[in-house]
């Protein structure tokens, strides 16, 4: 395996691996995620230099931009692939789509790599790996032992917050691992969370994430169908959402990703923009179709989460131009087939 020129001129100007942070995945949570770790570190050690990486060269510039304008003695830079960012950094950070992805980057580049600094005595070889994806847990329990048997460690770590909670650093992280490399994690993943959940070995943290979204899913569903039921029987929406949210029918979906504009006053939810900014449809049926998946492994019995599961799959087929639109926009799709 080659390092690009870039990669090696970070290395020899200074970028030790020991004291570089990376973060590869600068989506709509990866890239608040990075900037609150990135900043937070700097606050308190300006010696700490950082590494952003993603598939879209311009997701990275930006960001670069946008902290070194904002601290501008800071290192930072951006690599052109994940080999680079393990490369410079003894703590990567990984936030991808799905599983494809994860073991694309994983197999196909950062376990080479580890491989190749196992193989130099002269590099620092000790390497903590978080995957904060929403992914397979079979997947993630492979990744997990191919990094580990190469000496270094990985906890898999994704989050519960949304877009809202990656920008204000209070998500909450759903770790599975070895106790020690949760310790290990815990000081980064603080600088991004306000609650970080030791749910056992590998794999628990995405166990514990699937079942919570499936709930999720679900609630987002059936919040839509009741605020356009009560609509209908002539209640104002931010009436009804008021009841509901300090009722017995309370919840996430209704207190904070309401899906009908005006109805959480001083609140900004995605259905405030168009529905935009916000966890996508096409991300829930993915996350809905691993609860599935994962279910028919085990035998356990889900008629509400396959009907979810369903119910997103046909807003994608025929609203195709919802996909990409927060997942609340299900009352949209719901408004529409209204008679």
């Known amino acids: 395996m ?17 004291h570089s942070t990376s973060f590869i995945g600068l989506g709509q949570m990866g890239y608040q995620m990075a900037n609150n770790l ?10 700490t230099q950082f590494v952003v990486c993603d598939t879209n060269p311009d997701a990275a510039n930006s960001f670069c931009t946008s902290f070194t304008s904002n601290y501008p003695s800071a290192v930072i830079l951006c690599a052109e692939a994940p080999e680079q960012a393990t490369l410079m950094s003894s703590r990567i950070i990984t936030m991808l789509p799905s599983s494809p992805q994860v073991k694309s980057v994983y197999f196909g580049s950062i376990i080479p790599t580890l491989k190749k600094l196992k193989e130099d005595p002269s590099l620092s070889q000790d390497t903590l790996c978080i ?45 599975g691992g070895p106790e020690e490399t949760h310790q290990l994690a815990l000081p980064i993943l603080s600088y991004m969370g ?40 002539g209640l104002d929406s931010a009436v009804l959402a008021s009841v509901i949210n300090s009722s017995t029918g ?67 087929k025929e609203k195709p131009e919802l996909s990409t639109k927060d997942f609340s926009s299900v009352y949209r799709f719901l408004k529409d087939q209204a008679r």
């Open 2 to 18: 080659r390092s690009s020129l870039r990669a090696m001129q970070a290395l020899s100007h200074g970028i030790a691996r020991s």
């Open 38 to 47: 990135f900043s937070k570190q700097y606050i308190q050690d300006n010696n």
């Open 131 to 175: 995957d904060s994806t929403t992914l397979d847990v079979n997947v993630a329990r492979d990744v997990a032992a191919e990094v580990v048997a190469l000496g270094a460690q990985m906890v898999d770590a994704p989050v519960s917050g949304g877009v809202t909670g990656a920008t204000a650093g209070t998500l909450s992280f759903l770790v």
């Open 194 to 233: 306000a609650r970080i959940i030791h749910c056992g070995p590998s794999g628990a943290g995405l166990a514990a994430k699937i079942c919570n979204n499936l709930v999720l899913g679900v609630e987002q569903i059936v919040v839509a169908e009741a605020m356009l039921l009560g609509q209908k029987l």
């Open 250 to 316: 309370g919840c996430w979906a209704s207190s904070v990703n309401n899906p009908v504009p005006s109805s959480l006053p001083g609140k900004s939810p995605p259905c405030e923009r168009d529905y935009e900014g916000g966890f996508a449809t096409s991300l829930m049926l993915k996350d809905m179709g691993l609860a599935s998946n994962v279910a028919e492994q085990q035998g356990s019995p889900l008629p509400l989460g396959e009907a979810a599961k369903e119910i997103y799959s046909r807003i994608i």
